[in-house]
């Protein structure tokens, strides 16, 4: 069982930028994917970004490419998404996952945080 909280959301303005934490608690967190979706008000929920246990591996949607990295510090059971040069379309509720596979779809995921809201303004 792991337990995922997200912080670090909250209002920017456009061009500016936002780190997201999420902190997991559970043991054997570096073997698990983590990633990021996000939910915009009243639209289905999109992947964001993911990374592999040992960091080797990261996935990242063409909407997010260039301006989002993900990290990871296993000693601290933390995943970070680090957003630059963020739009008014990135608006959103924020969620981290974990899971086994490396994967954009949220199915593939076992555990969610509660979620952070990120809100930019134009």
């Known amino acids: 069982q792991v337990q995922l909280v997200e912080s670090g959301g909250g209002l920017v303005q456009a061009g500016g930028s936002l780190r997201l934490s999420c902190a997991a608690s559970?043991?054997?967190?570096?073997?698990?994917?983590m990633g990021w979706f996000r939910q915009a008000s009243g639209k289905e929920r999109d992947f964001v970004a993911a990374?592999?246990?040992?960091?080797?591996?990261?996935y990242y949607a063409d909407s997010v490419k260039g301006r989002f990295g993900i990290s990871r510090d296993n000693a601290e059971n933390t995943v970070y998404l680090q957003m630059n040069s963020l739009k008014p379309e990135d608006t959103a509720v924020y969620y981290c996952?974990?899971?086994?596979?490396?994967?954009?779809?949220?199915?593939?995921?076992?555990?969610w945080g509660q979620g952070t809201q990120v809100t930019v303004s134009s």
């Open positions: 996952a974990a899971g086994w596979v490396l994967s954009d779809s949220g199915d593939r995921y076992n555990y």
């Open positions: 559970g043991r054997r967190f570096s073997s698990y994917v």
């Open positions: 990374i592999s246990g040992n960091s080797v591996s990261t």
